[in-house]
Nanobody, 128 residues
Framework: QLQLVESGGGLVQPGGSLRLSCAASGFTLDYHAIGWFRQAPGKEREGVSCIDSPDGNTHYSDSVKGRFTISKDNAKNTVSLQMNSLKPEDTAVYYC?????????????????????WGQGTQVTVSS
């Protein structure tokens, strides 16, 4: 049974850092795309960063580029999102999702319907 479990969320002050992890079970990451998405209250879910397999190509939204880094550990079957220089506008529930690569990773990151399975989400709050 395919399952994604996010962890690492919490409360952090502006300028701080958090590292989110997405542990996958029931499948291997070697041949799937993995994405991180977020949804703030009253807003639509949006793609934050995505990574494909096996090439490891990555994509970042303009709002997080230069601050967030996505990485994949095939041996541990996990995908992480290192978030630095956090801002209050980064506050949201963060989700990881898995999908078959059907397009470029940049395109997939913008297409919510392209992702077949989702984790339960982890809350990130950036506030002083």
């Amino acid at each position: 049974q395919l399952q994604l479990v996010e962890s690492g969320g919490g409360l952090v002050q502006p300028g701080g850092s958090l590292r989110l992890s997405c542990a996958a079970s029931g499948f291997t990451l070697d041949y799937h795309a993995i994405g991180w998405f977020r949804q703030a209250p009253g807003k639509e879910r949006e793609g934050v960063s995505c990574i494909d397999s096996p090439d490891g190509n990555t994509h970042y939204s303009d709002s997080v580029k230069g601050r967030f880094t996505i990485s994949k550990d095939n041996a541990k079957n996990t995908v992480s999102l290192q978030m630095n220089s956090l801002k209050p506008e980064d506050t949201a529930v963060y989700y990881c999702a898995v999908g078959e690569r059907i397009s470029t990773i940049q395109a997939m990151c913008a297409l919510l319907w392209a992702w077949t399975d989702w984790g339960q989400g982890t809350q990130v709050t950036v506030s002083s």
